[in-house]
């Protein structure tokens, strides 16, 4: 007798590693200070490490989604990395890169097609939509451990200070996502335990949850209090407030340095 044919994951998008190369390249640069002025390597490495989070905050909803039941993820693409495949790229992709650079902070995306109507359970229900924000909290261990395992101690600062910004982009797409909001991840957790009348009701404001999450950030009050939340994170994983702020600046690269700006650092003060 024949085995059967076992089931095999489609093989990781060509435009995905595109994207982890320019990552790694870009790195190599901010390492070394090969690009002479490494403001635009600094630029591409934030955005391209940024892009390939998105890719797999989007990759763990699928693969959660098809462990709880929705088979038809496998023939959507999305197990293969390739952010193109998104049902809104522009959502997925290009929204949150257009917060990091107007606002400096991580954002999540747009969005897997999932057929819910597959999934059985509302235990199942959480977890798909837990996976993207519990991906960037992951993500935020990754690039935070260098920093609390000393692995960086007379590493260049500007190449610390891109990694520590970042890893800020990851907690701030981690928190916000989690956010109990229509149309965020955090409402998806609790949804499935709500009352048919409360999700009919909220239903209408899901596909303004991101943009109102964005708006409630120009308060400064809030904006005030998410960033010590998010500052103190950071700390408690070895990355200072001003190694942040000395990564945006120097992803900002077409921002003249402003005369008043605060460099009080908490480690070495770097040459510029």
């Known amino acids: 007798m024949t085995a059967p044919a ?22 190599w640069a901010v390492w070394t200070e090969a690009a002479g002025s490494t403001g635009f390597a600094v ?9 390939v ?23 959507k693409g999305y197990l293969t990395l390739n952010p193109l495949r998104y049902t809104h790229p522009l959502l997925s992709i290009g929204l ?18 999932i057929e ?13 939509s837990a996976a993207g924000p519990l991906t960037n ?48 991840d955090g409402y998806g957790v609790i949804e499935p335990w709500l009352s048919s009348g409360v999700r009919g009701q909220a239903a209408p404001f899901a596909p303004f949850g991101l943009l109102v999450a964005f708006g409630l950030l120009w308060i400064p009050e809030v904006n005030h209090a998410f960033f010590d939340a998010v500052d103190a994170i950071l700390r408690a994983l070895g990355v200072t407030e001003f190694e942040t702020r000395y990564g945006l600046d120097s992803f900002r690269f077409w921002q003249e340095q402003k005369e008043d700006f605060d460099w009080s650092p908490t480690w070495q003060q770097p040459t510029r």
């Open 137 to 184: 909290a992951l993500c935020a261990l990754v690039l935070t451990a260098p920093f609390w395992l000393g692995w960086l101690d007379g590493a260049p600062p500007v190449f610390r200070a891109a990694l520590a910004f970042l890893a800020l982009l990851q907690v701030t797409a981690a928190i916000i996502n989690a956010l109990p909001v229509p149309g965020l």
């Open 6 to 27: 076992t089931r095999r994951d489609p093989p990781v998008s060509p435009v995905f590693l595109a994207i982890v190369a320019v990552m790694a390249v870009s790195g």
């Open 96 to 113: 949150p890169l257009l917060f990091v650079v107007l606002g400096g902070i991580g954002l999540p995306g747009g969005a897997v097609f």
């Open 116 to 128: 819910r109507h597959r999934i059985r359970g509302r235990w199942r229900h959480s977890l798909v």
């Open 53 to 75: 989070s998105l890719c797999l905050h989007e990759y763990a909803h699928a693969r959660a989604a098809l462990h709880s039941g929705d088979l038809s993820i496998g023939a």
């Open 43 to 51: 630029f591409l490495f934030v955005v391209s490490g940024w892009v």
